[in-house]
């Protein structure tokens, strides 16, 4: 291991000047640091970061805990969180809870084992405010991403799934849907409520029935792969004045769940359903794009959720609670199709 006294010798300073340099301290000579700083490349030095940490108190390492990276969605706010935090000389130690409050609390373990500054975090549920407890009793700062918790102070940066539900719901009753069943994440999850309230308010605003039997819960993650057949099947079996022309799913992967039970039961979307979900469905998104989505700004949303974090990590004057909520796009594609209603919206004739 290269240490400092050899970059030191090379260099022909003291160690002490070689440390300052390393923690570009001022006051030092353009031809000193020059030296050094070739010293350091030519001998192939890696500070110890550890060491450093004990000395800054920093470890400039920043905590990422997302529930599902292998969705879409989730990647985009790591690759953005990833981008901004590298940008301003902060690692990133990213975990996957898998939506499993179990998980989370070892990896929440394994960040405050690690000394990270500060902590963006999706949380797995309500619950996980006890453990947001537990970085605040370190003072570490703690930033929610795309979840809100009961209770919670501090920053956070959502999408807007209520207005993203009204729209998605809005845009099936212009196209005629007036049975639309709503397939939703767990409820003690704060998108799946919110995505429930846009789905309820939007049918009553346009004088439209809220049928409970319409409206199930499945995991985000849809662990059970039967579940979503199971649902299906009994929206569809459903009375015929009763059964239900279109799905809201909560989310892509949902969706994604929706579209096979669809087809495995021998219907097809959007001929015999429309559906319409939260979140893009990558990588077809790209090859042929088919679900009508509210796609949320996810890098963005990374992007922001580090900028609040590191302003907290470094103590710059803000204000007490920074509260971001950005607007979905709704993208119109081939998974909804018009149809012919005898009902008419509220307001028509």
């Not at 039961?265 to 077809?284: A, H, M, R, T, Y």
């Amino acid at each position: 291991m290269v240490t400092i006294y050899d970059i030191a010798k090379k260099a022909n300073v003291s160690p002490m000047t070689v440390s300052r340099v390393i923690n570009n301290a001022p006051n030092i000579r353009n031809k000193t640091r020059e030296k050094v700083e070739i010293a350091i490349k030519e001998l192939g030095y890696i500070p110890n970061s550890a060491a450093r940490s004990l000395i800054s108190n920093q470890t400039k390492t920043l905590g990422l805990i997302l529930t599902d990276i292998s969705n879409p969605f989730f990647s985009k706010i790591a690759r953005g969180a990833e981008d901004a935090a590298v940008q301003m000389g902060y690692r990133v130690l990213m975990s996957n809870t898998d939506e499993d409050s179990e998980k989370e609390i070892n990896y929440i373990d394994m960040m405050l084992s690690a000394r990270v500054d500060g902590v963006l975090i999706a949380p797995t549920s309500d619950k996980t405010l006890e453990q947001i407890e537990r970085f605040k009793r370190h003072h570490i700062p703690v930033v929610l991403i795309d979840r809100l918790i009961e209770g919670f102070t501090g920053d956070y940066v959502l999408g807007d799934s209520y207005e993203g539900s009204r729209k998605l719901v809005e845009h099936l009753i212009d196209n005629g849907h007036h049975n639309i069943a709503l397939i939703n994440g767990p409820s003690n999850v704060s998108t799946a409520r919110e995505r429930k309230r846009g789905y309820i308010e939007t049918l009553k605003l346009n004088d439209l029935p809220v049928y409970e039997h319409y409206i199930s819960e499945i995991d985000y993650r849809n662990i059970e792969e039967d579940s979503a057949k199971i649902i299906v099947d009994r929206l569809i079996r459903s009375e015929p004045e009763k059964r239900p022309t279109a799905i809201f799913a909560a989310n892509n992967f949902i969706a994604i769940s929706v579209m096979k039970a669809v087809k495995e039961l021998g219907l097809q979307v959007p001929k015999d359903i429309s559906v319409v979900c939260f979140d893009e469905v990558e990588p077809v998104v790209y090859f042929d794009p088919f679900f009508t989505v509210a796609a949320q700004p996810a890098n963005e949303m990374g992007k922001i959720g580090i900028q609040f974090l590191m302003e907290r990590v470094e103590q710059k004057q803000v204000i007490s609670q920074r509260k971001v909520v950005l607007p979905p796009d709704i993208h119109i594609r081939k998974s909804t199709r018009k149809i012919n209603s005898r009902f008419s919206r509220k307001g028509e004739t």
